[in-house]
């Protein structure tokens, strides 16, 4: 079964400091792997979008990594603002025929405290 | 702003009732999505149009349905509405069918009561 599991289930961190989440999936075969921030209550908004073959995608103070060989994938988070604040969620598009849904993980919600 | 709209922002009503969320999509983008987000849980979805064609089926209810119209816009109906029904309802769209940029609206929440 394809499946996106994330960690931590929650953090919290102070405002200035850095934080890295987890992404694990056992999608197969494996086309992209995305990143959103979600904001309570609001729609996600995407980050970053990664095929098999990048191992490194920055968005400004976000940077996503990929390992398609071990199938993981982290968000690192620098320089954290309180407006990070929000859910960061991991979805996974796989390459084939009905495999071609997105499969979303839990997410990680994020709490930056001043 | 994503560019998608969905209305209402609220709904509150009652078990057993049927109502109907709105969805526009971004200009010229052909696919709509509609996903289903519970209390302190990941977004499901639950149908995939492209230019007035069910494209992709998720985990949706028989209880639940949708259509996309000639303008794009698309509209999700729940009937025969029980309190676990209760949840953030999203709408998405895309330029094409992969679904590789997808552009969420703001949700629909609904209470059932």
């Known amino acids: 079964k394809n499946q996106v599991e994330q960690s931590p289930q929650s953090l919290i961190i102070l405002e200035g400091k850095n934080c890295t989440l987890q992404c694990n999936y056992t999608v197969s075969p494996f086309s992209n792997l995305r990143w959103y921030k979600q904001d309570t209550g609001r729609g996600p908004v995407s980050l970053t979008i990664m095929t098999f073959s990048e191992n490194t995608k920055s968005n400004g103070r976000y940077t996503a990594t990929l390992d398609a060989d071990t199938k993981q994938s982290s968000l690192h988070i620098t320089a954290s603002q309180l407006s990070d604040s929000a859910s960061y969620i991991c979805?996974?598009?796989?390459?084939?025929?009905?495999?071609?849904?997105?499969?979303w993980g839990l997410g990680t919600s994020l709490a930056v405290n001043p | 702003d994503s560019g998608v709209t969905q209305t209402p922002k609220h709904l509150i009503t009652a078990t057993g009732q049927r109502v109907t969320l709105r969805c526009s999509p971004r200009s010229g983008d052909l696919s709509v999505y509609w996903y289903q987000q519970s209390l302190d849980q990941g977004l499901q979805f639950l149908i995939q149009y492209y230019n007035g064609e069910e494209r992709a089926k998720g985990n949706i209810l028989e209880r639940f349905s949708a259509q996309q119209f000639p303008d794009l816009h698309s509209e999700l109906n729940l009937s025969s509405l029980e309190l676990g029904d209760s949840a953030l309802y999203f709408c998405a769209s895309s330029p094409g069918t992969s679904g590789y940029e997808q552009y969420f609206g703001p949700g629909t929440r609904l209470t059932v009561t």
């Open positions: 979805v996974v598009m796989g390459n084939a025929g009905n495999n071609r849904k997105l499969i």
